[in-house]
């Protein structure tokens, strides 16, 4: 058992197959019978259409669970107190009962100051955007990729960053 590891050492496996992000992910293990693999969330209706099955995960609490938006709450939820104002936090192995063991949140990584003033103000107004709910973050966006909407302290701690940029 590797247990929890945000970088295990897997070992190496001769027949293994490898593919190309979650499309090429889906397509090589629709071709190939017992493939276990990671495809991200964002292409689990892919997944599914193209016969794939999902796992249940087990989680920090011993429970096995499903990656259903209630899982992935349960992990940001417990996670919250946890998140500092640099955003830089890891939900994996949440402790919670009821949480989904591999969720994380999309980042983009931006410098804090900029070599001028109309990039900055271009880059903040793109980031306002992709923050805001009725933006980016909108749920018929959110709904496409079956991402969850920032809890509102995330969003206001990453409202915080996005002004902090000069």
Known sequence: S?????????????AAGSASGNPGMVQACAQTPGCVAYIGISA???ALSSGLREAALENSAGKFVMPLAMNVDAAVNASLSKIPSSLAASLI???SPDAYPIVNFEY???KQKQSSSATAAAIKTFLDYVVSTTGGSSPQYLAKN???PLPSAVATKSMAAIASIT
């Open 2 to 14: 590797i247990g929890p590891n945000e970088l295990p050492s897997w070992p190496s496996v001769s």
């Open 44 to 46: 689990q209706a892919t």
């Open 93 to 95: 192995y949440a402790s």
């Open 108 to 110: 983009i990584i931006v």
């Open 146 to 148: 079956q991402f969850q």
